[in-house]
């Protein structure tokens, strides 16, 4: 069974650089087949898709983002990590990561952060 925890800091302060990780067991971030993502949702709006790194170790972007997103991982401990770079308010979300093959599953139960100083 794959499973999914996010871990990180819930507040951060505009302008400074937010960084989550995700913690993936029951498979291999370098298994052929999936991708390993990072997905948002702010307070009332639809879930954002802002990046994913695959079993190469390649990172891809959501353009909107791509400026101030970095996606890496670490092999060693099965573990990939979002940065944001430049936060503000308007970044306050629940992010999520997840596993990616032929669509978004499973999750991880999501991790709340909020931009305010």
């Known amino acids: 069974q794959v499973q999914l925890q996010e871990s990180g800091p819930g507040l951060v302060k505009p302008s400074q650089t937010l960084s989550l990780t995700c913690t993936v067991s029951?498979?291999?971030?370098?298994?052929?087949?999936?991708?390993w993502g990072w997905i948002r949702q702010p307070p009332g709006k639809e879930p954002e898709w802002m990046g994913a790194?695959?079993?190469?170790?390649?990172?891809y972007y959501n353009p909107s983002l791509k400026n101030r997103t970095s996606i890496t991982r670490d092999t060693s401990k099965n573990q990939f990590t979002l940065q944001l770079s430049s936060v503000a308010p308007r970044d306050t979300a629940v992010y999520y990561c997840?596993?990616?093959?032929?669509?978004?599953?499973?999750w991880g139960k999501g991790t709340q952060v909020t931009v305010s100083s």
């Open positions: 997840a596993r990616g093959e032929g669509g978004w599953s499973p």
């Open positions: 790194i695959d079993t190469s170790g390649s990172s």
């Open positions: 029951g498979d291999s971030i370098t298994a052929n087949g999936a991708v």
